[in-house]
């Protein structure tokens, strides 16, 4: 191959360029038809001072989480010292109240749990058997009741009227002690069972004090052995006996039946009376 044969670079793009202006001019020109326009979007207005809408709805409450961090606390220097003792109690004493002894009768000594007893015997006979103006008042009159005091009572009465009695004396303390006791339990039963509002032992009790004026005159006739003093002695004892259970035994019932619950009441002191006057 020759020099002549070679065809410099310039000169073949330049006949190229030519040959590609040739095509353009040479073929019609196509214009692609238009595209149909699009139609309007609504428009959606946007603040200018957030880039969100504002919602009416409320905002969600952030779910609860169970887990809550320990924070330890810092060490307070009031930690060494020893807490401040509790304030005096101002509960008011119960044995005063009448809603029981005190808590702490196990621990006392024998001689002062003698002396409570005695004292309450004393406190409660008064106010059964001597005028005071609780006596309008039957629950607040006998509110600490006992049974020691009612069972001295009959006890007293009926070693009385055996030491009284000639002859049997066992057999009349064991007639006297069984017609207390059981008629106590018969009167307090007939008193519930018409409707009384009282409770079953403070009954029992009520019956047992209203028995000290028998026995003072069951005393009485003992050291005096006359017909005549005893009738006398024994009707003033038997009144006072009735007029000392009379308000206690008429507030526990309904007014209309009154009679029902004191007659048994005054029929038990008329058989306690008779014992009085017969044994010789």
Excluded at 6 to 14: E, G, R
Excluded at 106 to 126: A, F, G, H, Q, Y
Aim: aromatic fraction near 10%; hydrophobic fraction near 45%.
């Amino acid at each position: 191959m020759s020099h002549s044969d070679t065809i410099p670079l310039h000169a073949s793009s330049q006949s190229d360029i030519d040959e590609i202006e040739n095509l353009i001019y040479a073929s019609p020109a196509t214009v692609l038809p238009a595209r149909p326009p699009s139609p309007p979007r609504a428009s959606i207005p946007v603040s200018s001072s957030s880039p969100f809408i504002n919602s009416n709805l409320p905002n969600p409450a952030p779910p609860k989480s169970s887990y809550q961090p320990q924070i330890p606390k810092p060490p307070s220097s009031s930690s060494s010292f020893p807490p401040p003792p509790p304030p005096p109690s101002t509960r008011p004493d119960i044995s005063n109240s009448g809603f029981g002894p005190a808590p702490n009768t196990l621990t006392e000594p024998v001689w002062d749990t003698i002396k409570r007893d005695l004292s309450r015997i004393v406190s409660n006979l008064k106010l059964v058997v001597f005028p005071n103006p609780n006596r309008e008042d039957p629950g607040k009159a006998l509110r600490d009741w006992d049974l020691w005091g009612p069972f001295f009572f009959i006890v007293f009465l009926g070693l009385i009227l055996s030491w009284s009695a000639s002859v049997k004396k066992s057999e009349v303390f064991a007639v006297a002690f069984a017609l207390l006791a059981a008629g106590a339990v018969i009167l307090t039963l007939n008193v519930l069972l018409l409707g009384g509002h009282i409770i079953f032992f403070q009954s029992l009790s009520l019956l047992g004090y209203c028995l000290f004026p028998l026995d003072v005159g069951a005393l009485i006739c003992m050291l005096k052995n006359n017909v005549i003093l005893k009738m006398v002695v024994v009707c003033v004892t038997l009144a006072w006996s009735s007029w000392a259970a009379y308000p206690f035994m008429s507030a526990a019932v309904n007014p209309r039946r009154k009679a029902l619950a004191l007659y048994p009441v005054f029929l038990m002191y008329v058989s306690v009376g008779f014992l009085i006057i017969a044994i010789d």
